[in-house]
């Protein structure tokens, strides 16, 4: 959990960012040429899987997640595309598809750390995904008042 609170304001800036751009944060430069840090890559590969069918934890901006999805001890750029998984992956959990606006960075995840826990969980209960799509709702609703 520690990952999110040091990092509450990357998730707001991260969902403001990409609801703003369509594609993503101007600061990441996810092309073909890119990839994520040889390091990072180990350390996710490593992170064993928690079998556990209840999530752990729940955020507006990346939904329902589990402990072994996120790291302490990898890069900012690497903690930014899992922030972005995290986000596309809420989408998918509430739509059952990749979003179009983030086909993009949910390809280059899967093409640099396919071993990443979180693409083993694309599927929720269907009380989780009412939660989230509940959540989404008040959060467009208090929205559309400003």
């Given at each position: 959990?520690?990952l ?29 040429n ?27 901006d ?69 939660m ?15």
């Amino acid at each position: 959990m520690a990952l999110f609170h040091h990092h509450a304001l990357s998730i707001e800036w991260l969902s403001f960012s990409l609801h703003k751009f369509g594609e993503g944060p101007v600061m990441i430069n996810y092309t073909d040429n890119n990839s994520i840090d040889l390091q990072d890559k180990m350390t996710i590969k490593s992170k064993p899987f928690n079998m556990e069918s209840n999530f752990e934890n729940i955020s507006y901006d990346t939904g329902i997640f589990w402990k072994d999805e996120i790291f302490e001890d990898i890069t900012e750029e690497t903690n930014t595309i899992i922030l972005l998984l995290l986000l596309t992956r809420k989408y998918i959990h509430i739509s059952r598809s990749v979003p179009k606006k983030y086909k993009k960075i949910w390809e280059f995840g899967l093409r640099e750390i396919p071993e990443w826990n979180g693409f083993k969980r694309l599927t929720i209960k269907e009380e989780d995904r009412d939660m989230l799509i509940n959540m989404e709702k008040i959060y467009s609703d208090s929205q559309s008042e400003y």
